[in-house]
């Protein structure tokens, strides 16, 4: 029979798995997208395009891309959580935060583009989710790297992960290739989370040992 500490260890490793999941998905997803679509740019294409509506496999590759990813990086921030039993409202917020903006990546999935009239509602709500994807996770990432106390490192990779989502993804003047803007900013906000959850998945020790009566 599995000790305690056993158990819990054996949790730890499966959701820090969850972000490594949620690349290989995305990058699958990736690899892929020029099936049934040839002309199809990683340079000058955004992520989006490739599950418009009437594209081929668009419902496939929604899935790969946005919504699988999403999901299992919301249910990774349940790791993060358990990984600061006792850290304050900086903290707390910041995971809330986090979570929100996977939650806003899987969004864009769900509510696709409609490459004939990008002024519909579906195109401006999955203008939305994208949008929220990158302003939940800028402030949450910041206040993780203020109230976590992980160390510097884990401080300094947030920050910077929070400073360059937004200026890569949204003010680099990349004119033709925002395809590439937008998958630099996308493979830094995948990194940030394998980063933030090898980190913050792991109980303390001190939690670890203790019991269900204590302080009883």
């Known amino acids: ?50 599950g418009a509506t009437g594209l081929p496999y668009a419902m496939a590759f929604n ?3 946005f919504v699988v990813p999403g999901v299992l990086l919301a249910v990774a921030g349940q790791g993060l959580r358990r990984g600061l039993p006792d850290a304050g409202w900086l903290a707390r917020i910041g995971i809330v935060l986090v979570q929100l903006s996977a939650f806003a990546f899987a969004m ?62 949204v003010f680099a003047p990349v004119e033709l290739w925002v395809g590439v803007a937008q998958r630099l900013a996308y493979a830094l906000w995948f990194g940030w989370w394998v980063f933030a959850a090898s980190r913050l998945s792991r109980v303390s020790p001190s939690v670890q040992g203790s019991s269900p009566t204590t302080g009883r």
């Open 1 to 50: 029979m599995n000790t305690p500490s056993e158990l819990i260890r054996g949790k730890e490793n499966a959701l820090t798995m969850l972000p490594w999941l949620a690349v290989a998905s995305f990058v699958v997803g990736l690899l892929l997208a020029n099936i049934g679509l040839p002309e199809y740019s990683h340079l000058m294409h955004p992520v989006g395009l490739r």
């Open 63 to 65: 899935l790969l891309l």
């Open 108 to 169: 864009q999935g769900v509510m696709s583009l409609d490459p004939a009239d990008m002024d519909a509602t579906m195109s401006r709500l999955h203008a939305l989710a994208w949008m929220l994807w990158w302003i939940a996770f800028v402030p949450g990432a910041l206040l993780l790297a203020l109230g976590a106390r992980r160390g510097a490192t884990f401080a300094l990779v947030s920050l910077a992960a929070a400073v360059l989502v937004p200026i890569i993804a």
